[in-house]
């Protein structure tokens, strides 16, 4: 059974840092894409970040300066890590995993996990 579980996310203040953390277990995913969504309240579900199993990263405009993206060499474990955040990037963050980075970028991931929640105070 595949399962993808986040942790990392907490409340801080504007200007600070976090960094998620999602480790992707249930199977082989050495040729597949992992990425980042977020939904804040009241708002749809939004692509974050996205890297291909051979390591082609895409970012939204928002995240982009600001956000990296990394997973480890054994492809299961995926990292955002979020600088300079703003009570705009407030929300629940969700890893996914697809076999492309369009997939991921669509939202048309295969798995999704439960979501970690950032919250961001000015």
């Known amino acids: 059974q595949v399962q993808l579980a986040e942790s990392g996310g907490g409340s801080v203040q504007v200007g600070e840092s976090l960094r998620l953390s999602c480790v992707a277990s249930?199977?082989?995913?050495?040729?597949?894409?992992m990425g980042w969504f977020r939904q804040a309240p009241g708002k749809a579900r939004e692509f974050v970040a996205g890297v291909s199993w051979h390591d082609i990263v895409q970012y939204a405009d928002f995240a982009k300066g600001r956000f990296t993206i990394s997973k480890n060499g054994g492809h299961n474990t995926v990292f955002l890590q979020m600088n300079a955040l703003t009570p705009e990037d407030t929300a629940v963050y969700y890893c996914t995993v697809a076999q492309t980075l369009a997939e991921i970028k669509g939202g048309t991931g295969d798995h999704w996990g439960q979501g970690t929640q950032v919250t961001v105070s000015s």
């Open positions: 249930g199977r082989d995913f050495s040729r597949w894409g």
